[in-house]
């Protein structure tokens, strides 16, 4: 009902063009699961209309709102697609939809996962990635992990390879040395599939399924740092050390994904993007470093 009021309204329209208007200092980051090639027309009808109103980037790109704050306010507000579990449509839908568009994604992977043999994904992905995920489920969900080489790969083409735990565990009480193992070593495995350097990390879960331990660990090992916590990004307020994600599915329809591009819902995850700066003891120093 709400969406059907706003478009009936035109306030996502209205909110787009406030955000088209802001231009330079502000971007957007869109948080994605599974892309089946079932809806791969899907997911290309909505890049061809965030194109329309956003500039869509890489991690590199995006890392330019802090490096280059005096970007044209002319500009569309840049948007940066991520990804998250490692799944096997990732690779072979969503990271050549991006590439036809100018864009680079990052995909934040579960090494586990990768070296699951092909008897034990379904069952890792059941009890470690979605623990709500029903038998039956398997046929319209994307349980199937990259592997080493197509991680590779994807670095080779341009893309961000990010850290998503080794395991896919939340980060709220865990001792030191497992956080290290979770961060740490899943980083340094990552990076000798890539032969590149990790920069982003994402953690799983809810918003607030991070303590601030494990933040202080992920700030060893990371520039970047993704919470699933919605709301833009204006880089003279926000830390690359603690950035928003919108979740929009491709499978969401166009009166939802137009919705959720526009930030109306974000005021309502205000509360919540506080707590975390408070809790993790976030400064509003912008400095990438």
């Known amino acids: 009902m709400l ?58 790109g995006f890392a330019q709102l802090w490096a280059q704050p005096s970007v044209s306010q002319a500009s569309k507000p840049l948007v940066l697609f991520t990804f998250d579990d490692g799944r096997e449509s990732n690779y072979a839908v969503a990271a050549r939809l991006l590439e036809s568009f100018g864009g680079r994604g990052v995909f934040f992977v579960v090494p ?16 470690r990635i979605n623990p709500d995920s029903k ?60 032969k590149k350097p990790v920069d982003a990390f994402a953690w799983t879960f809810g918003w607030d ?24 990004i204006d880089s003279r307020l926000d830390s690359p050390a603690l950035l928003w994600r919108r979740e929009i599915e491709v499978k969401y329809s166009p009166a939802e994904y137009r919705f959720l591009y526009s930030g109306l819902v974000d005021p309502w995850w205000s509360t919540r993007r506080r707590r975390l700066r408070q809790m993790l003891r976030v400064s509003q120093d912008a400095n990438v470093g």
Request: glycine share 8%.
């Open 135 to 194: 038998p039956g489920d398997e046929k319209w969900e994307d349980w199937k992990p990259m592997n080493p080489s197509q991680i590779e790969e994807l670095a080779a083409r341009g893309h961000a390879i990010g850290n998503h735990t080794l395991t896919h565990q939340r980060l709220v009480g865990p001792a030191p040395a497992e956080l290290e193992r979770e961060i740490g070593d899943s980083a340094r495995k990552l990076a000798a599939w890539t």
């Open 209 to 232: 399924a991070v303590d601030a331990n494990a933040w202080k660990v992920i700030q060893r090992y990371h520039r970047f740092c993704f919470s699933p916590c919605a709301g833009a």
């Open 112 to 127: 586990a996962f990768a070296e699951c043999a092909p008897g034990e994904s379904l069952s890792f992905y059941r009890n």
């Open 3 to 60: 969406i059907r009021t706003a478009t009936l309204a035109g306030l996502d329209e209205l909110a787009l063009r406030i955000q088209k208007l802001k231009g330079g200092a502000h971007g957007l980051v869109i948080g994605v699961h599974e892309t089946p090639a079932s809806l791969e027309s899907q997911f290309r009808a909505q890049l061809e209309w965030a194109s329309q109103h956003f500039t869509i980037t890489s991690l590199e």
